[in-house]
């Protein structure tokens, strides 16, 4: 029998060995998965490279990992938020690699490595300093830059409802990076607030099908806090 | 006395005024976000966030914040009956694949090409962030920029070449300042609008790039 359905965030995460590639998902605290980040923290892995679109906000969650000095790289696409000075700390002092990456070629990068794409060209980024050193071609009179796929060994990220195969539902805008980093990583780990018995998932509303979803872990419902920006 | 200028919610005005009916439109991180609410009550718009939303309505009332139904200002939103959904590869595939009307973007500087420099200041000492900017500056039909006119120092935005690093190339195709209204193509950069007591060759003296004056006179 199948059964993907992990006692705890640590259990889902006990062999992350030190250097993996670590995606993690979220935009901004949205689909964050903190449970997830905090038993990574607490099991202790060192030198990871970090795939997330942010650096961390607060003192907590991916920024606690920063902070903590785990990360040797990451790559993303918007470090510099107003709290985001864990990171702005590491960079400037040299301690942390950055890989900066747009957004959209960011997302695609980490949806070619799930679907088996080799590289790709995009137009995305052309002419700009994010684009030096890389191929470029002119395709029926427009310009494009080769990127290639982004790889990780984990994926941690955050869903709403799952079940035993590894089904999963998301919630909202906090879907964000949860379905591309599911099928690009090696071994998928995802929270869900409801484990529901299979079967019970309306099937055209699966979102992330099971076979990209190694490990469940139900959690319980956190408010999600907002960050990253400015009060006004 | 000090110059004429329009403020930053007639700017946003004009801009939504630019927005026909039925448009699917990205509005960018700061300035842009005002142009929301000025949008005409009798145009249906549809409003795309790259972090994943479409057919966003208004920021919530107070206490009703949902933090999983944000922008990508990272700002809490609400959701308009039609409206859904999607991944951020699915995001950026709506915005690289030519799926959306118009963006709105701020700016550094726009150049007579309409090259944009809007996300990186180039100092030694910043820490650089793209975003979705070079994403978005390349990937609607049309992208608008708006931007102060000149920088506090009194330097022109509008520039024969930036000087900034680059967003994207030739992507520019209108720029709603606070002095005036320019479009830019291949054949140049022609005021369409100007603000009420300025000249246009005071417009000119202010600006780094050839203007034609396409306006109606006042």
């Keep these: 029998m199948i059964d993907k359905i992990h006692r705890d965030a640590a259990a889902a995460l006990a062999d992350v060995p030190d250097g993996a590639t670590v995606m993690i998902g979220g935009f901004g605290t949205a689909g964050l998965p903190d449970e997830l980040i905090e038993a990574l923290l607490e099991q202790g892995a060192r030198d990871l490279t970090v795939v997330n679109n942010n650096a961390g906000n607060g003192d907590v969650g991916l920024a606690a990992l920063l902070a903590a000095g785990r990360v040797r790289k990451i790559i993303c696409s918007f470090p510099r938020q107003a709290d985001s000075w864990h990171f702005d700390q590491l960079y400037r002092g040299g301690k942390i690699e950055l890989e900066l990456v747009p957004q959209g070629n960011l997302a695609e990068r980490i949806r070619a490595a799930g679907a088996g794409i080799g590289a790709f060209f995009t137009p995305t980024g052309y002419g700009t300093q994010l684009a030096e050193g890389k191929e470029t071609r002119e395709i029926d009179g427009r310009l494009y830059v080769l990127e290639h796929p982004i790889h990780a060994d984990y994926a941690l990220i955050k869903a709403e409802r799952g079940d035993r195969w590894g089904n999963l539902t998301y919630r909202m805008t906090a879907r964000n990076f949860g379905p591309v980093m599911a099928a690009a990583a090696k071994i998928t780990v995802a929270t869900v607030h409801d484990v529901v018995p299979l079967g019970l998932l309306d099937p055209e509303s699966i979102v992330t099908p099971g076979l990209y979803v190694q490990r469940v872990v139900p959690i319980t419902r956190r408010t999600t806090v907002g960050a990253g920006f400015k009060a006004a | ?218």
């Design chain 2, 1 to 218: 006395m000090s110059n004429p200028k329009w403020s930053r919610q007639e700017m946003a005005q004009w801009v939504a005024q630019d927005i026909p009916d039925g448009a699917v439109v990205n509005l960018g991180i700061g300035l842009p976000t005002l142009v929301a609410n000025h949008l005409p009550a009798d145009r249906e718009v549809i409003l795309h966030s790259e972090n994943g939303v479409i057919g966003m309505g208004p920021a919530p009332a107070t206490a009703q914040e949902d933090f999983d139904l944000i922008n990508a200002g990272k700002q809490p939103v609400t959701l308009l009956p039609g409206g859904c959904f999607f991944h951020h590869a699915d995001s950026f595939a709506m915005m690289r694949g030519g799926h959306l009307d118009i963006c709105v973007l701020g700016a550094f500087q726009v150049s007579a090409a309409g090259d944009l420099a809007n996300w990186h200041t180039g100092a030694a000492d910043a820490i650089p962030a793209v975003g979705g900017a070079m994403d978005l500056a390349i990937g609607a039909k049309k992208t608008f920029v708006m931007m102060e006119h000149r920088t506090k120092a009194g330097e022109a935005k509008l520039v024969q070449r930036c000087s900034y690093p680059l967003t994207g190339l030739a992507c520019v195709s209108r720029v709603y300042t606070d002095l005036a209204v320019i479009d830019i193509d291949r054949d140049g950069a022609r005021v369409v609008k100007i603000v009420d007591g300025l000249d246009f060759a005071t417009l000119q003296a202010w600006t780094g790039m050839p203007l034609v004056a396409a306006f109606a006179s006042a």
